[in-house]
């Protein structure tokens, strides 16, 4: 029974791999960079994107938003002068704890893409099942919480290793916790060397500008010097 | 093919709960309450355990660690003197999300019934399957982290009204937040009328009276008197 699940695993897998490359293509057809944000329930993804959207220069931002249920991210963002599209997971039955490639591929007709160079794609919320399946995104970037202790690298390596950018949220809570951001740091480099990482704060802004600027270069276009 | 994929889903949650029934009747026989324990990647589930488990009066309390690899859980719990065991879900592919009757079901023989009155399950961190998968247990109860924010009820109800107490827990950090404590109750409250919730603290210890009474309780054995 077992190899026959690992079987229907990678089957569901591929399937979602050949949506993925479709949706690729339409993304670079349409010249958008699009970036796969993931992380733990209550990370702080849509902080950091209310943070950085709306005042970008040099680069039209758009969001993607996947939720189990409801459009309670999407209406936080909605306040915002960016385009964006909402995705629920729940539809038939008790709701997907990731995004796959079918699901944003159902989206893309929503998406202003003529109006936005970079569409950002706020995945569910959960540190396991957004790793493994590809939506067609150009880059991966995770945000994690100091408040989630230092050990989650080790427990969830899957995801530490699909990033190529780790976001260390919240650091202005350091100061309250019993928490060693050095060990934090050393495990996401111990599970995935080389990675970039960022300490910042969605709630003071510590460290948010060098997220703007990271998302600007992914875009591909040199920021404009104010 | 979302029709066929709603069969496949519903055929896999028949398994499954064929599979708790046969966990619960195991259960039953040796006597031992079990305790599904739930809640968000960093919720503080291992911390409240280490606070708890070790010292209960007249409940003798045994850990089921489930992570998707590793054993640092269970590490941290073996320096307390409960029987610990550990489940990886990682064998064959990626790992799964949550534990499912299964992996529960193989890991039975490692279990020491005979030297416990209660076994808390320590789940996957995840908001979303856990929910959806019984593993036989006789109650749930999720951890709920202030760091997470107010919305986490709504985006995540399922996980909320498949649980019978909520632990909210972090409350120590409540100042240095911005975040409102009756806000996040009245989402529970919302998506789950009635739900039992405790306000608590597994670092400063404030609250964890309330979730051992809970558990001896649970137990269904009458605390002794100090």
Redesign the interface.
């Known amino acids: 029974m ?1 190899r026959t ?2 079987r229907v ?2 089957g569901v897998l591929d399937a979602n791999d050949t949506i993925a490359r479709a949706n690729r293509a339409d993304f670079d057809a349409a010249d958008v960079t699009v970036v796969n944000l993931m992380g ?3 990370s702080g993804k849509t902080s950091l994107l209310e943070r950085t959207v709306n005042d970008l220069t040099g680069v039209r931002v758009g969001v993607l938003e996947g ?4 459009s ?2 999407a209406d936080r963002l909605a306040t915002l002068h960016v385009p964006v599209t909402q995705i629920n997971t729940d ?7 990731h995004l796959d490639a079918n699901m944003v591929r159902s989206a893309l007709p929503s998406i202003p893409f003529e109006e936005i160079d970079v569409l950002v794609i706020e995945n ?6 957004p ?2 399946f590809r939506v067609g995104e150009h880059r991966r970037v995770m945000v994690a ?1 100091v ?3 230092e ?2 690298p ?5 995801m530490f290793r699909a990033c190529e950018l780790v976001l260390i949220n ?1 650091i ?2 350091v100061p ?3 928490f060693d951001l050095d060990k934090l740091i050393r495990h996401v480099e111990a599970v995935h060397p080389g990675v970039s990482v960022l300490r910042m704060s969605a ?1 003071t802004g510590k460290g948010v500008e060098d997220w703007r600027r990271w998302l600007v270069q992914a875009a591909g276009r040199v920021p404009e010097r104010v």
């Open positions: 077992h699940r690992v695993v990678e733990a329930p209550g939720d189990v249920q409801g309670l991210d539809p038939g039955f008790g709701g997907e704890c569910v919320g959960n540190l396991v099942c790793a493994e919480s408040t989630e202790g050990d989650k080790l427990k969830y390596p899957l919240k202005d809570l309250h916790l019993d709630r």
